[in-house]
């Protein structure tokens, strides 16, 4: 995922979770907000140390990007998105993950139906 793509300052992360709107489901937890004058949307990433060691957590993280960049095509555009692994998602494989990560935007109404 490109570098413009993703959130990385402690500011817009606190934006985000401020200012927009969550829903979640037993995986994760995603807020979501509309940015003006944003062409793309943006991604930020948080997984817990409880979740298990680093090598755990960044492989959370590398299923969550390559789910996202799966479905890119369908998320709204022009917002920025912040994804909170919870604890079962450590257990998970890749297909698992994106089913979930699916599930819980079409919950949020933040993902197109690509039918």
Known sequence: MKKELRIKKNQDFQVVFQKGRSFANRQFVVYSLEKEGQSHFRIGLSVSKKLGNAVTRNQIKRYVRQ?????????????????????????????????????????????????
């Open 67 to 115: 789910a996202i960049f799966e479905l890119k095509e369908q998320l709204t555009p022009g917002n920025d998105y912040v994804i909170i692994a919870r604890k079962p998602a450590s257990e998970m494989d890749f297909f698992e993950i994106k089913s979930s990560l699916t599930h819980v935007l079409k919950v949020g109404k933040v993902l197109r139906k690509n039918d």
